[in-house]
T-cell receptor, first 112, second 114 residues
Framework: KQEVTQIPAALSVPEGENLVLNCSFT??????LQWFRQDPGKGLTSLLL?????REQTSGRLNASLDKSSGRSTLYIAASQPGDSATYLC???????????FGAGTRLTVKP | DTGVSQNPRHKITKRGQNVTFRCDPI?????LYWYRQTLGQGPEFLTY????????KSRLLSDRFSAERPKGSFSTLEIQRTEQGDSAMYLC????????????FGSGTRLTVV
C-alpha cells in the first residue's frame, strides 16, 4: 500500500524567503508525482507534474524534484509571497493502481 | 473547454436525506475520479471510471454511495440516507489513459449534513 507523508504539516515564513516542502512515499514503483495547491474551501490546482523518468520540473518560482529510489520529492518555492499562502499537496500515482494517493499537505503561511 | 466542473458548489442537507452531485470532466478525458476530503486531510480515493465503466471502488464507498457515468461523459455521485460523518468536500478529477498525464480537479462540492 502506498503511503504518502508530507513534512512539515505547517510552515510560516516571512515574505521573500526561499522554502522547501517535503514529500515522501513508500512505494517507488510510480508513474508520476504531482504537486497541487489548495486554497481554503477550494479545489486543487495542479502546480507541477514529474513523470517517473524525470528528475525535476520547473514553473516560474517553483521547482519540484523527484528521487524515486529514496521515495522523496521536494517542492522549492523561491522568493515567497503572501499570495503563496495555501495548502500544498503531494500525490503519487502508483504503477498497477489507477488512483493517486495524497499526503495530508503542508499548510504554508507567508507573512508580509 | 473550461476544465472540470462540479455542481453544486455547496449542499446543506438534513440527516437521512439523499443527495446527488454532478461532475462534468474535460471533454477529451476518458478517466473520471471521485475523491473525498475532510478538514486537514488529503483527498481520499472513492472510485473511478474509464469511459462509462466503473473500474474500481474504495472500501470508503459504502453501500449508501453510488456513482454513475452513463454515457462516458458526466458523472453523478449519490449518497443515500446521509449521516453527519458524510460531511466533507467531494472532489472530482479527470485524466487521460496515459501514464504520466496527471489529474485535473474540479472546485469540489462541500456537503454539510445537519
Amino acid at each position: 500500500k502506498q503511503e504518502v507523508t508530507q513534512i512539515p504539516a505547517a510552515l510560516s515564513v516571512p515574505e521573500g524567503e526561499n522554502l522547501v516542502l517535503n514529500c515522501s512515499f513508500t512505494d517507488s514503483a510510480i508513474y508520476n508525482l504531482q504537486w497541487f495547491r489548495q486554497d481554503p474551501g477550494k479545489g486543487l490546482t495542479s502546480l507541477l507534474l514529474i513523470q517517473s523518468s524525470q528528475r525535476e520540473q520547473t514553473s516560474g518560482r517553483l521547482n519540484a524534484s523527484l528521487d524515486k529510489s529514496s521515495g522523496r520529492s521536494t517542492l522549492y518555492i523561491a522568493a515567497s509571497q503572501p499570495g503563496d499562502s495555501a495548502t500544498y499537496l503531494c500525490a503519487v500515482e502508483r504503477k498497477g493502481n489507477n488512483d493517486m494517493r495524497f499526503g495530508a499537505g503542508t499548510r504554508l503561511t507567508v507573512k508580509p | 473547454d473550461t476544465g472540470v466542473s462540479q455542481n453544486p458548489r455547496h449542499k446543506i442537507t438534513k440527516r437521512g436525506q439523499n443527495v446527488t452531485f454532478r461532475c462534468d470532466p474535460i471533454s477529451e478525458h476518458n478517466r473520471l475520479y471521485w475523491y473525498r476530503q475532510t478538514l486537514g486531510q488529503g483527498p481520499e480515493f472513492l472510485t473511478y471510471f474509464q469511459n462509462e465503466a466503473q473500474l474500481e471502488k474504495s472500501r470508503l464507498l459504502s453501500d449508501r454511495f453510488s456513482a454513475e457515468r452513463p454515457k462516458g461523459s458526466f458523472s453523478t455521485l449519490e449518497i443515500q440516507r446521509t449521516e453527519q460523518g458524510d460531511s466533507a468536500m467531494y472532489l472530482c478529477a479527470s485524466s487521460l489513459v496515459m501514464a504520466g498525464y496527471g489529474y485535473t480537479f474540479g472546485s469540489g462540492t462541500r456537503l454539510t449534513v445537519v
